[in-house]
């Protein structure tokens, strides 16, 4: 299994992630149609048009190279998501990296304060021990038992989530094999409605 590659953005306000998830949506809705509709769709000797019409949409000429394509193991509509979490969206599809830089560069022009590859998160909460639990009972109730670790974070995590109380946090993280990729996706999905934000970057 391919390894889950995401666009990931943090915008200041629920406004500005819900403006780049519509925008991210007219995109998924332009892709389907042109995948289903044109005759050659993964030709690779030209850019497909809407990635060309989402660069006019906002400023940018599409790059012609293999790094900025929508490459992806399966059609276009089986394959990609996107998920709005308050002030965070996230886009991916075929654990491959969604039109690279030039999408992230739109992010930016939409308003994202901070665009990545990879996710780490943190979480707000009041009890991080009564929290990690639930996520953890979650993965496993979805059979991902044994696809996680909690705590001992270690430099190979892919995916994480830090929740942080007011005096001490919790983690729970991923590593880069497939499952364990797609137990994160599926556990994203429970952090909606709690704010999530990106950590800082392990440099910093």
Known sequence: MAHVVMQSAEFATVEQAQKAESELKWLCDAYTDFEANDP?????????????????????DWPNEKHARFLLKGGFAEM??????DRMVFFWGGGFDMGDEPLRQILRKLGATDVRET????????DPDSRIAELAQFLEDEDFEEQYFVDDYDDWAYFSVKLEGDNHSRMIWF?????????????????????????APASD
């Not at 990609?80 to 979490?85: D, I, M, N, S, T």
């Not at 590593?175 to 950590?199: H, K, N």
């Open 40 to 60: 050659d769709p993964w030709n690779q000797e030209r850019i497909p048009p809407p990635l060309i019409e989402f660069g006019k949409r906002h400023g940018l």
């Open 80 to 85: 990609v998501e996107l998920l709005r979490l």
């Open 119 to 126: 996710c780490d998160l943190i979480v707000k909460c009041t």
């Open 175 to 199: 590593d880069d094999s497939g499952v364990q990729d797609w137990a994160f996706v599926t556990m994203l999905y429970q952090l909606d409605g709690e704010d999530p934000r990106f950590a």
